[in-house]
């Protein structure tokens, strides 16, 4: 499998922001889609945004819309997802993968995955 590590995560205020990184290691993530999803306590994993491989085309769950914005830089062999005026429930452990179906969506064991970075948003 390919190797993913995210960072950027931590605590901040309401209304406060965070960027999210995805670095990649051993192979170049620009020919992949990738993702990033979410998961709170006691909750189901969730997308929240994917950047296509290609023309790098993006797609955002309703809940990040407005709010997140999700790019690459293929020099530095990253993603990112800058999360702007956070809000509680954005409080969560969220994974990059790079996902292989149009349904970026939907949770793939099969792909591959980062460990996790933890954001904490208080009010």
């Known amino acids: 499998q390919l190797r993913l590590v995210e960072s950027g995560g931590g605590l901040v205020q309401a209304g406060g922001s965070l960027r999210l990184s995805c670095a990649a290691s051993?192979?170049?993530?620009?020919?992949?889609?990738v993702a990033w999803f979410r998961q709170a306590p006691g909750k189901e994993r969730e997308g929240v945004a994917c950047?296509?491989?290609?023309?790098?085309?993006?797609d955002y769950a309703e809940s990040a819309k407005g709010r997140f914005t999700i790019s690459r830089d293929n020099g530095k062999n990253a993603v990112y997802l800058q999360m702007d005026n956070l809000k509680p429930e954005d409080t969560a452990v969220y994974y990059c993968a790079t996902v292989r179906d149009n349904k970026w969506w939907i949770v793939n064991p099969n792909d591959s995955w980062g460990q996790g970075t933890q954001v904490t948003v208080s009010s």
């Open positions: 950047i296509w491989s290609g023309r790098g085309g993006t």
């Open positions: 051993g192979f170049s993530l620009n020919i992949y889609t």
